[in-house]
């Protein structure tokens, strides 16, 4: 049995209770076996390697529960004069870089298949455990659809073997192509609920899909192992379409009313505010990196997302951190937790939610998300007090140590 001993730092264990300093950590093969003050966690005799917390801040592996892990930026030209075969390679830097950030587990959101799930699993590529979506499901002309203006199509995610093309409109097609996504590897089902920002033809505010289409879909999945639906949800009707259905999150959330906040804790619904996605689209947009239609929406919408989650939070909703990335660089995803404090979170509770209820979101409260014995060894150490300034954990050289599953893939000491 392999032990790693990490000590000589400071506890923020993903549970929201106060900082415990001078504590340690004890990993037993990729388990963590005990966790707490240095009293309380005596290194063990025998072979144990030990790991200098140098003073730093030892914290669960960051989790973002709304990634593209197989695409960075939109640029149409660009994207059409590249062999498809590209995002495979481009998606290996994408994982990497989303490690080394101090991100051990993500769920993304449309365009990773069963393969590049697998190819984590089993290490031939490094990256954060992923729990996938294959693609996700829209209405003919809705946010998901690549149909342009001019007669052609701009697809993001193209159908192949192992990716269905996520099209499908009435009852029989949404509960036929919710197999095709289960039958491909889906561990969750992502739909549109409503029209978005990096979409042609449709606004963020329109509804897509009815109450019953999003009834069947919800009934369809529970009923394979009981997979849970995550809804792009802008509008406030189609927000509270969703929730009213069963949704599991609701993702993005920008016009949150006050009954779509009070469905949502009724519901126990999680809401994942992705409050970086506009904000990287108007400053990629500036610079020519995105198309003139989602540039134009992502400033409207800015200041009124900001305005929706700041009530759901101050509400009582719970959330869960999610970033978009692929709309931004990856591996800048903990940008988010500084955007989540400026709407009203505390830094504990912008940590909490990037850790503990971001594992709940995934389902997997009971393997990760929180710095205590059971859990699988996800474990970062920052150097600086993230309580002190959240925003230190976005700069790459403040991560020092990233271990996942028991294993250092990261050491900058």
Request: aromatic share 4%; hydrophobic share 40%; net charge negative.
């Amino acid at each position: 049995m392999a032990s790693t001993y990490i000590h000589n730092g400071v506890l923020i264990d993903g549970r929201g209770g106060a900082p415990i300093p001078d504590a340690a950590v004890l990993v037993e093969d990729n388990r963590i076996r005990a966790a707490g003050a240095v009293t309380g966690v005596p290194r063990p005799a025998g072979d144990v390697t030990l790991l200098d917390a140098q003073g730093g801040y030892i914290l669960p592996g960051f989790i973002d529960t709304h990634v593209h892990v197989m695409t960075e930026g939109i640029d149409v030209i660009k994207d059409m004069q590249t062999p498809f075969s590209m995002r495979f390679y481009n998606a290996m830097n994408h994982l990497r870089r989303t490690l080394e950030a101090g991100l051990t587990s993500v769920r993304d959101a449309g365009g990773a298949d069963a393969g590049v799930k697998r190819a984590v699993e089993t290490g031939v590529i490094a990256g954060p455990r992923l729990q996938i979506s294959i693609s996700a499901l829209t209405i003919t002309g809705g946010h998901g659809d690549g149909w342009m203006l001019s007669g052609g199509e701009y697809e993001m995610f193209p159908a192949y073997p192992g990716m269905p093309d996520g099209k499908a409109d009435g009852l029989d097609e949404v509960r036929k192509k919710v197999r095709e996504m289960l039958r491909a590897g889906a561990d969750i089902i992502k739909i549109h609920a409503t029209g978005g920002v990096l979409s042609p033809t449709d606004h963020p505010e329109f509804t897509q899909y009815s109450p019953e289409e999003l009834e069947v879909i919800v009934r369809e999945a529970a009923y394979r192992r009981g997979i849970k639906v995550m809804a792009h949800a802008q509008g406030a009707e189609g927000v509270k379409n969703a929730v009213r259905a069963g949704i599991h999150s609701i993702e993005h959330g920008i016009y949150l009313d006050d009954e779509a906040i009070e469905l949502m804790l009724e519901h126990g619904t999680f809401l994942v505010p992705t409050l970086l996605a506009p904000l990287a689209v108007v400053e990629i947009g500036e610079e020519g990196g995105m198309p003139d239609y989602g540039l134009r929406k992502a400033r409207e919408v800015m200041e009124i997302h900001n305005d929706s989650i700041a009530r759901a939070h101050k509400a009582g909703v719970k959330i869960a951190m999610g970033t978009d990335a692929g709309v931004m660089p990856h591996g800048t995803n903990l940008r988010e937790m500084g955007l989540m404090v400026n709407i009203g979170m505390t830094p504990m509770e912008a940590i909490v939610a990037t850790t503990r209820v971001a594992a709940e979101c995934l389902g997997w409260q009971d393997r990760v998300g929180t710095v205590e014995a059971g859990k699988l060894a996800d474990i970062v150490i920052a150097r600086q007090d993230p309580l002190a300034d959240i925003r230190s954990l976005e700069r790459l050289e403040n991560i020092a140590v990233v271990m996942q599953d028991g294993k250092v893939v990261k050491d900058r000491r």
